[in-house]
Nanobody
Framework: VQLQASGGGLVQAGGSLRLSCAAS????????MGWFRQAPGKEREFVAA????????RYADSVKGRFAISRDKAKNTVHLQMNSLKPEDTAVYYC???????????????????WGQGTQVTVSS
C-alpha cells in the first residue's frame, strides 16, 4: 500500500483545513485508515481513524467535535476535515494504513504498517 498525503498549509486560529490521503491498492475497504501528527520535540500521536466497515470512526479527545475523518471508497481516499483549528494543532500530519479486515482501529503508531509522507499544518495565533 502506498499513501500520498496532501492539503497542509498555514491557517489562522479558528480556521479550517482539509487533508487528503490517496491510497493505492484494490482492497482499500479492508484497511483501517488513520491520521497521526507529530509536533517538534514531541512523540507522534493519534488523531483519528476510520475503518472500512460500516463507517466507524475514532478520535483523540483533543480533536473530538472539531475534526472529522471520512473515506471516499470510489477514490481510495481518506480525508481529515479540521475545523476550529488551534495553535496547538500545529504539527506534521501523517496518514497511515493497517490491514484490519475486522475493522479494529488502533491508536498507536505501531498499530499501522503503512505510512504516507507528512504534510505540515501550521496554525497561527
Amino acid at each position: 500500500v502506498q499513501l500520498q498525503a496532501s492539503g497542509g498549509g498555514l491557517v489562522q486560529a479558528g480556521g479550517s483545513l482539509r487533508l487528503s490521503c490517496a491510497a493505492s491498492g484494490r482492497t482499500f475497504s479492508r484497511y483501517v485508515m488513520g491520521w497521526f501528527r507529530q509536533a517538534p520535540g514531541k512523540e507522534r500521536e493519534f488523531v483519528a481513524a476510520a475503518n472500512g466497515i460500516g463507517g466507524a470512526t475514532r478520535y483523540a479527545d483533543s480533536v473530538k467535535g472539531r475534526f472529522a475523518i471520512s473515506r471516499d471508497k470510489a477514490k481510495n481516499t481518506v480525508h481529515l476535515q479540521m475545523n476550529s483549528l488551534k495553535p496547538e494543532d500545529t504539527a506534521v500530519y501523517y496518514c497511515a494504513a493497517d490491514y484490519r479486515p475486522l475493522g479494529i482501529m488502533g491508536t498507536r503508531p505501531n498499530d499501522y504498517d503503512y505510512w504516507g509522507q507528512g504534510t505540515q499544518v501550521t496554525v497561527s495565533s
